[in-house]
């Protein structure tokens, strides 16, 4: 029940009071402790899943976990870049659609799953996980890598608006398919 991959999907839900706590620390050491912070959770989420498949140890409890962490930590990160205002005008927009979807996302899954439905992950959603996480991960960089001479918010802003357009777009496909098993 408790191998290696379901501890890195905990580790990922453990260390987020340390994220978001690092947003009310001293800039840009705080964007620094967030970046890194944010970067290895990623880290831990392509490999809990990577380990589980190579060691045929994939888990309810693993399966029921994944999710959760990641949007847990997605949530947790648009929230405080909004918060902080390193997000803010036009761009919460497309924060708001990637929380809308994540959430729409997740309803439908737990729905679905009480019907015996699976619906399994496009490579398109893979996608825009990827560019999301890039873009959030930029974002939480925002004070701190300005000082290596990278335009984080830039990066991470376009991104945003990369992530939430493939988010709308992915979330429909899900909708459709879902709304198949609820007539």
Partial sequence: MWNLPN????????VIPLLVASFFMD???????????????????FFDGYLARATQSVSK?????????DKLM??????????????????VVAA??????????SGL????????VSVPVTVLAKWKTT????????LVWTEGAPELGIPAQEIGLGLLWV??????????DYLRAGLKHMV
């Fill in 109 to 116: 899954r737990e729905f679905l799953a009480g019907a015996q």
């Fill in 61 to 69: 409890i693993g399966q029921f976990l994944d999710p959760i962490a």
């Fill in 74 to 91: 997605v949530g947790a990160v648009i929230i405080m870049v909004v918060h902080i205002g390193w997000v803010d005008g036009i761009h």
């Fill in 27 to 45: 800039q840009p050491l705080g964007s620094h402790i967030a970046f890194v912070t944010f970067t290895l959770a990623g880290i831990t989420d």
């Fill in 131 to 138: 560019v999301q996480m890039v873009a959030l991960g930029a």
């Fill in 163 to 172: 992530a939430a357009v493939l988010t709308l777009y992915t979330g429909i």
């Fill in 7 to 14: 501890i890195l999907t905990l580790s990922r839900i453990f």
């Fill in 96 to 105: 708001v659609i990637i929380m809308c979807r994540e959430l729409l996302v």
